[in-house]
């Protein structure tokens, strides 16, 4: 819920640059700092709902230190925003291929949530093919030592030797276990 | 004085018998390797070897777990400088400028510097334990809570200089990370802050996590933005440089390792913080600080010199008192408990061998990095000789398998991919990602620190202690000497423009 709240923030912010030309070219810039802000304020009234314990001290509660750092937020955002408002800081550099990134961040994403089922060491193979292939990777070999290398050194070396529990997956928990 | 020369040479003789020779470089090779590894912390590497010492004797225990701690504290380095992921929180420091060294090709020059300053700052830090161990963790354990919110509000004081250019943006990320830090349990009275109902944000955010993704995930993000099929690496000089170039940053070192030390002496402080600190002044103090960021040798020297001594540091107040300062010295004080020891001032009269043994098993260590790291260096920096195809998707699944490995639960792996995001974009629009660590690390020491002289003294105790006061005055002139400097500077460039 929040980061839908964020994601519409984002996207006035966004709005309310548009008609400004001297801003756009700090679109993105500005929208970090926007983001930023949201969160400190969001964090600054969440503040007032929280419980103190009776016996907490009248000098401090839980509270006190992050609306101490969203004051200071306040100022600093400002202080940042003036070179971009008077078009002294740097522009936004061009964005380079952000749909590979989308492509690499939505197989991470996926293989993250195919630990569970299918378990780490098929999920991070299938990975690692993915992403060498979008990368322009297509020697057969490679694409298939890479995994299968990576796949036995994380188990011996993770599993066996620093006893890191490394998820199974249920479909192999259900095959073997 | 000759006490501590003739129980020093006791404990060279202990050091130098086959076993303790072997366990001490079985210790070390297993701390850098582990210490390499992002998500396996010092703690976690000396904590890992800790049941093979229950059947040693107690020093030969020693040998080999702080063998482990300062192999480890090099070993965070190794990845940092050649992938940009800092395999321990104080390498991140040393990704800061070793990275970009090994991007433009000088991949050779700032292994050796790490390593160099590693052994010398880990030396640095032996000594002033053996010298001044006690009147020194008598000093730190006077320390008030206002005098530690001093210490880190001057840590703090570090992101003016670590923006450069882009200072009111290095402001703005290290308050973005303060106030991430609050996430979690308050120190103080319990009270649940900003976990929207998920218990495993209770303990707060993960550091190890956060700081891979920032620095790991980030930067491959970023560079697979930008890839271009077929690029490779710059061509890389992989020799080390000879000794003598190691000469022209021996003053940072031997200030960083000094600086190093004493911050580590004091509990809960730690390697981190010493690390942002020394690299901080060593920007203030050097000729070409335009050039910390970009590939400075002296930011590298910095960092792992002052990052190796506050290992030294960090053992005064457990040898000498009985306190683990750290993670680190918590998992050797158990491993003395074990061998029914009690650290403290006793323990240097009743057991002088075993304490001088340890001393001298850390100049053993040290000279152990050296060879190893000499020996390894060659055969680390060929990761760089990867195909960026098949580099960029196995730092992947290292820092993913890092993270993983922290908490041995999701959680971590999530942290650490919403931080890669945060990392990206913050890459995308010049918003620097260390200050953001800076924050994480020391928000907690500050509020604790801030509360309880709140409690204890109230307001007053921030301006009626001369130490916190002066430690107050030096961080306000940190912070505004940069910038009244480059003021002075505009304005005379300005009336001679006139």
Known sequence: MQLVFLAIVLALGWLAIRPFKKL???????????????????????????????????????????????????????????????????????????????????????????????????????????????????????????????????HFFFARLLYVRLPIGTLFAGLFG | MMDILVNLSAGFSIMFTPMAILLCLLGVFAGITFGAIPGISPSMAVALLLPMTFNLPPILGMVLLLGAYKGANYGGSVSAVLINTPGTPSAAVTAFD??????????????????????????????????????????????????????????????????????????VAVVFGLLLNTIGMDPIAGTRRFTFGDIRLLDGLSLIPAIIGLFALGELFYNIEHYVKGTKFDKLAYKLPKLSYYLTVWKNIVRAGVLGTIIGIFPGAGGTIAAFISYDVEKRFSKNPEEFGKGSPEGVAAAESSNS???????????????????????????????????????????????????????????????????????????????????????????????????????????????????W????????????????????????????????????????????????????????????????KEMKERTEID
Not at chain 1, 40 to 50: A, D
Not at chain 2, 134 to 142: C, D, E, K, S, T
Not at chain 2, 394 to 418: K, N, P
Request: proline share 5%; hydrophobic share 55%.
């Open chain 2, 425 to 488: 974009i913050f890459r995308r629009y010049g918003y620097p990602s260390a200050p953001v660590v800076l924050g994480i690390v020391l928000g907690s020491l500050a509020e604790l620190s801030f509360r309880q002289a709140l409690i204890i003294g109230g307001i007053e105790s921030f301006y009626k202690r001369p130490l916190t006061l002066i430690m107050l005055a030096i961080a306000i002139a940190a912070v505004a000497a940069p910038i009244v400097s480059k003021r002075m």
């Open chain 2, 309 to 423: 001594a506050s290992a030294g540091g960090a053992l005064v107040p457990l040898l000498a008192l009985g306190i683990p300062g750290s993670a680190t010295a918590a998992v050797l004080l158990g491993s003395l408990l074990v061998h029914g020891l009690n650290p403290g001032p006793e323990m240097f009269v009743k057991e002088p061998e075993l304490v001088y043994g340890m001393f001298a098993s850390m100049f053993m260590a040290n000279a152990f990095i050296l060879l190893v790291g000499l020996l390894g260096a060659k055969l680390f920096v060929r990761v760089t000789d990867l195909k960026k195809t098949i580099l960029y998707p196995l730092i992947f699944t290292f820092a993913i398998v890092g993270s993983y490995a922290v908490t041995s639960s999701m959680y971590s792996v999530v942290v650490c991919v919403v931080f890669g995001v945060i990392g």
């Open chain 1, 24 to 154: 756009r070219p700090y679109t993105g810039q500005i929208l970090v700092l926007v983001g930023i802000f949201w969160i400190g304020l969001l964090f600054y009234f969440i503040t007032f709902s929280f419980r103190v314990p009776r016996f907490a001290s009248v000098a401090t509660t839980g509270a006190t230190v992050p609306r101490f750092w969203f004051y200071v937020l306040i100022p600093i955002t400002l202080l940042a925003l003036i070179p971009m408002l008077k078009g002294h800081d740097a522009p936004d550099e061009k964005p380079g291929n952000v749909w590979r990134v989308g492509i690499v961040f939505g197989t991470l994403v996926l293989s993250l949530v195919s630990f569970r089922y299918i378990g780490y060491y098929l999920s991070s193979a299938i990975f690692l093919v993915v992403v060498m292939w979008v990368l322009d990777s297509r020697d057969k070999v490679q694409l298939i030592a890479i995994p299968v290398g990576w796949v036995i050194f994380s």
């Open chain 2, 98 to 171: 070793g990275y970009p060294m090994t991007k433009t090709g000088r991949v050779g020059e700032a292994m050796g510097i790490s390593l160099y300053a590693s052994v010398f700052g880990g030396i640095i830090g032996t000594v002033v334990l053996i010298l001044f161990a006690r009147p020194l963790a008598l000093v730190a354990l006077r320390f008030w809570p206002s005098e530690y919110f001093a210490l880190t509000i001057l840590g703090l004081t570090t992101v003016a200089t670590m923006g450069g250019k882009n200072w009111q943006k290095a402001l």
